[in-house]
């Protein structure tokens, strides 16, 4: 099968296209055979080494995964061979590949409503998504919010829900975004290249900090006391932030099968939607790395298995 091993930190030569054995699955594992998987900014900051700390090389990259049940390990119970499935894998990576083994409480039955393309590109940014809003921010009805780089993968996916539960919603993007995101429901648009948003917005209950970098820190000022500073990027400023009575969070999402599964259920509904700039094959994956890396994607980038 092809897969994307990195062997050695670094540019986009680093993450080679290589053939190898499929993999079996163990006890308690689940074998999926992949059609689509979806590039994270994770995925090429794990190629350059940021992560070096946490990870061993040699990895195969990909977190986000769509695709059939091909096998299941001994013991695992409640699936069958050929179910649809969606999930993720996290920072073990091994889901830019024809196969990859999975735990069960790392997939769910892929959104009916959803291509492959499409399922694959929801796990990650819309856990993401879940996880600040809902746990670390307990975002309420009529609540304001802030949200930074509203439409990348983790943004789009954030803009959606909160405008779901209800929240009064300001993003931040360049102006070449303000369509999009005005079509997504954001009550508020600041261009951040033209305008700082600290001189604009104020007195809001949350941020979302997709960005970090001194983001964070710029962002206090916009919240009211008691609000809450959710971050994923970088740390949030936890002493600062308590001096201004401020909850700082920082976020990481866990994937399980019951929120995938909810996550599901909204999308069929049709609440929320993942959004596709650009669909791949898998020989062109180098080059969505490389679009992901320039940091300005529309919602999400997709690869497919297929040629």
């Given at each position: 099968?092809?897969?994307?091993?990195?062997?050695?930190?670094?540019g986009?030569?680093?993450?080679?296209?290589?053939?190898?054995?499929?993999?079996?699955?163990?006890?308690?594992?689940?074998?999926?055979?992949?059609?689509?998987?979806?590039?994270?900014?994770?995925?090429?900051?794990?190629?350059?080494?940021?992560?070096?700390?946490?990870?061993?090389?040699?990895?195969?990259?990909?977190?986000?995964?769509?695709?059939?049940?091909?096998?299941?390990?001994?013991?695992?119970?409640?699936?069958?061979?050929?179910?649809?499935?969606?999930?993720?894998k996290?920072?073990?990576?091994?889901?830019?590949?024809?196969?990859?083994?999975?735990?069960?409480?790392?997939?769910?039955?892929?959104?009916?409503?959803?291509?492959?393309?499409?399922?694959?590109?929801?796990?990650?940014?819309?856990?993401?998504?879940?996880?600040?809003?809902?746990?670390?921010?307990?975002?309420?009805?009529?609540?304001?919010?802030?949200?930074?780089?509203?439409a990348?993968?983790?943004?789009?996916?954030?803009?959606?829900?909160?405008?779901?539960?209800?929240?009064?919603?300001?993003g931040?993007?360049?102006?070449?975004?303000?369509?999009?995101?005005?079509?997504?429901?954001?009550?508020?648009?600041?261009?951040?290249?033209?305008?700082?948003?600290?001189?604009?917005?104020?007195d809001?209950?949350?941020?979302?900090?997709?960005?970090?970098?001194?983001?964070?820190e710029?962002?206090?000022?916009?919240?009211?006391?008691?609000?809450?500073?959710?971050?994923?990027?970088?740390?949030?400023?936890?002493?600062?932030?308590?001096?201004?009575?401020?909850?700082?969070?920082?976020?990481?999402?866990?994937?399980?099968?019951?929120?995938?599964?909810?996550?599901?259920?909204?999308?069929?509904?049709?609440?929320?939607?993942?959004?596709?700039?650009?669909?791949?094959?898998?020989?062109?994956?180098?080059?969505?790395?490389?679009?992901?890396?320039?940091?300005?994607?529309?919602?999400?980038?997709?690869?497919?298995?297929?040629?």
């Open positions: 099968m092809k897969a994307v091993y990195v062997r050695q930190w670094g986009s030569d680093a993450a080679v296209i290589e053939e190898v054995e499929p993999p079996k699955p163990g006890p308690g594992e689940i074998l999926v055979r992949v059609k689509a998987t979806s590039i994270n900014p994770v995925d090429w900051k794990i190629r350059e080494g940021f992560l070096q700390d946490y990870i061993a090389l040699p990895i195969l990259l990909g977190s986000d995964v769509a695709g059939d049940i091909e096998a299941l390990g001994e013991g695992v119970e409640g699936w069958e061979v050929g179910t649809p499935v969606y999930g993720m996290g920072l073990r990576g091994g889901a830019y590949a024809d196969y990859t083994t999975v735990l069960p409480n790392e997939i769910a039955r892929k959104p009916q409503t959803l291509s492959y393309a499409e399922a694959a590109a929801t796990p990650h940014a819309g856990l993401t998504a879940w996880f600040a809003l809902f746990l670390a921010a307990d975002l309420r009805e009529n609540q304001r919010i802030l949200i930074h780089a509203a990348g993968g983790v943004g789009h996916f954030t803009v959606q829900l909160a405008k779901m539960k209800g929240a009064y919603v300001i931040t993007a360049t102006t070449r975004h303000e369509a999009f995101l005005r079509q997504l429901g954001v009550d508020e648009f600041v261009d951040y290249a033209a305008t700082p948003f600290e001189d604009v917005v104020k809001v209950d949350v941020v979302f900090d997709t960005v970090g970098f001194g983001t964070a710029r962002s206090l000022p916009t919240l009211k006391p008691g609000g809450t500073l959710a971050c994923i990027v970088t740390p949030p400023p936890f002493e600062a932030a308590a001096e201004r009575q401020i909850n700082a969070k920082f976020v990481s999402e866990q994937p399980t099968t019951r929120l995938l599964t909810e996550l599901a259920q909204i999308i069929d509904a049709g609440r929320i939607r993942p959004y596709l700039q650009q669909t791949f094959r898998f020989d062109q994956i180098h080059d969505a790395l490389q679009l992901s890396q320039g940091l300005h994607v529309q919602g999400k980038l997709a690869v497919t298995m297929d040629a």
